[in-house]
């Protein structure tokens, strides 16, 4: 970690350095802890992880979900690292063994009470200045989806049991039961 007007600045190096099983986020050298995930958080990845994973299969399509843990490193720095609930990478260059270096297309994140503030604030402005171009918060205790299509400044509000149109691909939904 680097000092820098008496706050430290962690890096990637600082994750990687810490132990075993333990989980934390970086986002402009703040280190954020993660608590494992509960059991419905993980019963609406696998349904978005799968729903997301067929439609590419069967459009015969080129981007790559993935499920956290996995690694992206947003501004390709030494200071933002971050490990979306859900991550589609169309461009499948910026893919190596490590993950992702530059922005998803698309990323879910499934809030938990340890995890809004920094989903709906902290990340939501993280993920508009990388160059993410869809970002979906899905509250599973409100039961709500906030859906901000980026490049066309557009925010809008689902519930569970709607069809939420999919902004990066035209003619697919996906409905949260």
């Given at each position: 970690m680097d000092a820098l007007n008496n706050e430290f600045i962690y890096t990637i190096d600082d994750i990687y350095a810490l132990p075993e099983g333990k989980r934390a986020e970086l986002i402009d050298g703040q280190i954020y802890y993660m608590a494992p995930p509960g059991r419905t958080h993980q019963q609406i990845s696998g349904y978005l992880y799968s729903t997301i994973y067929n439609h590419i299969k069967k459009a015969h399509g080129t981007c790559e979900?993935?499920?956290?843990?996995?690694?992206?490193?947003l501004n390709k720095d030494s200071i933002n690292y971050v490990e979306p609930d859900l991550s589609v990478i169309c461009d499948t260059s910026k893919?190596?063994?490590?993950g992702?270096?530059?922005?998803?297309?698309?990323?879910?994140?499934?809030?938990?009470p340890s995890s809004k503030s920094k989903d709906y604030m902290v990340k939501l402005l993280k993920y508009c200045t990388a160059?993410?171009?869809?970002?979906?918060i899905v509250d599973p205790t409100k039961k709500m989806i906030s859906v901000y299509q980026i490049e066309q400044e557009l925010v809008e509000q689902y519930s569970f049991g709607e069809d939420i149109p999919v902004g990066i691909w035209e003619n697919f939904s996906i409905n949260i039961p």
């Open positions: 979900v993935y499920a956290s843990p996995f690694a992206v490193f893919l190596d063994e490590k992702c270096h530059g922005a998803p297309d698309w990323v879910i994140e499934i809030v938990s160059g993410v171009r869809e970002y979906w």
